[in-house]
Nanobody
Framework: QVQVVESGGGLVQAGGSLRLSCAASGSTFSINAMGWYRQAPGTQRDLVARITRGGSTNYADSVKGRFTISRDNAKNTVYLQMNSLKAEDAAVYYC???????????WGQGTQVTVSS
């Protein structure tokens, strides 16, 4: 089993920055990748950024050049640095750990990001 806990959400003005953190615990050896997803009201949950154990990253087109995903292996923590935030970035941000242990996908509880214009 893996547990993930997000932190760092909040209210920020458009153009500002926030850094989200996602700390994994439990069977962290089983994690192949970790990612950030977001869900705004009335929409589906979409991938924002993902980083594999090997360090490969991928981003949604809408955040490329503004968001950066990184990790601290010693702390089993993944970060999402969000710069130049826009109103459309407002959502609940979820962290997910992809594991080879059932049920394979471990979600955090989410953290709210609000962007004021």
């Amino acid at each position: 089993q893996v547990q993930v806990v997000e932190s760092g959400g909040g209210l920020v003005q458009a153009g500002g920055s926030l850094r989200l953190s996602c700390a994994a615990s439990g069977s962290t050896f089983s994690i192949n990748a970790m990612g950030w997803y977001r869900q705004a009201p009335g929409t589906q949950r979409d991938l924002v950024a993902r980083i594999t154990r090997g360090g490969s990253t991928n981003y949604a087109d809408s955040v490329k050049g503004r968001f950066t995903i990184s990790r601290d292996n010693a702390k089993n923590t993944v970060y999402l640095q969000m710069n130049s935030l826009k109103a459309e970035d407002a959502a609940v941000y979820y962290c997910k750990a992809d594991s080879y242990l059932r049920p394979y996908n471990y979600w955090g509880q989410g953290t709210q990001v609000t962007v004021s214009s």
